[in-house]
């Protein structure tokens, strides 16, 4: 399975990152724009995606963008359209309720959620990369 942590470097996001990473191709987020984990080998370098605030919507849309680019070979034009009134402002993708209530499971990390997606929306719209 492959994991995308959204801010890797702060006090949960890197413990994750060790844990996850021994059974998962772990990638994480990184404010900063270069690597904090340069020196250290138990974080490797190539899979942190830098310069990506997890608050910032903007910079996190940019960075599922560039996933979707390496997944199809199709560069993403990113364009924000003016609010709807059903769009929602503020949402954080939490699943812990839903595990519980519902004895909800993914079956789908965000890659292969992105390649199944995209795969349906280029073969819906005769798209192709």
């Not at 020196?39 to 919507?57: C, G, H, K, M, W």
Request: with cysteine.
């Amino acid at each position: 399975m492959k994991i995308l942590i959204l801010g890797g470097s702060g006090l949960l996001g890197h413990r994750l990152w060790i844990n996850l990473r021994k059974e998962h191709e772990v990638w994480v987020t990184v404010r900063q724009t270069s690597s904090p984990f340069a020196l250290r080998p138990e974080f490797p370098i190539n899979y942190v995606r830098t310069d990506v605030d997890a608050s910032n919507f903007d910079q996190v849309t940019r960075a599922l963008a560039g996933m979707v680019k390496e997944i199809s070979s199709i560069d993403v034009p990113i364009e924000y359209a003016p609010m709807r009134p059903a769009d929602v402002k503020h949402c954080r993708a939490e699943i812990t309720k839903a595990q519980g209530d519902l004895n909800f499971k993914p079956d789908a990390d965000i890659k292969k959620g992105l390649t199944k997606y995209l795969n349906w929306f280029m073969e819906d719209t005769k798209i192709s990369g």
